[in-house]
């Protein structure tokens, strides 16, 4: 079955870094659109950062460009997030998202937390 396994969330402080990481199976991930989105409670679910099938092409949101990067590994099936930077704005729970017209799988999310 299809699965989207994140992982590397946690507890940071402001001006740190973390890298999320996402595991794709049951599904032929080179074709995919891959995207990661957050959602901070009482807001809104805002797209954060997408990559195109073969990594040719990346965007980030203008809340977090500079700061993070979307990167995808097709022969690991893997898809991952590098934050630096991090603000606590920036807390949230991360998901990541496979993309093919019409279809989507998300993956459970995982919490990102920027504290003092």
């Known amino acids: 079955q299809v699965q989207l396994v994140e992982s590397g969330g946690g507890l940071v402080q402001p001006g740190g870094s973390l890298r999320l990481s996402c595991a794709a199976s049951?599904?032929?991930?080179?074709?995919?659109?891959m995207s990661w989105y957050r959602q901070a409670p009482g807001k809104e679910r805002e797209l954060v950062a997408s990559?195109?099938?073969?990594?040719?092409?990346?965007n980030v949101a203008d809340s977090v460009k500079g700061r993070f990067t979307i990167s995808r590994d097709n022969a690991k099936n893997m898809v991952y997030l590098q934050m630096n930077s991090l603000k606590p704005e920036d807390t949230a729970v991360y998901s990541c998202v496979a993309g093919l017209g019409n279809r989507r799988y998300w993956g459970q999310g995982t919490q990102v937390t920027v504290s003092s």
């Open positions: 049951g599904f032929i991930f080179s074709i995919y659109a």
């Open positions: 990559i195109t099938t073969a990594g040719g092409s990346t």
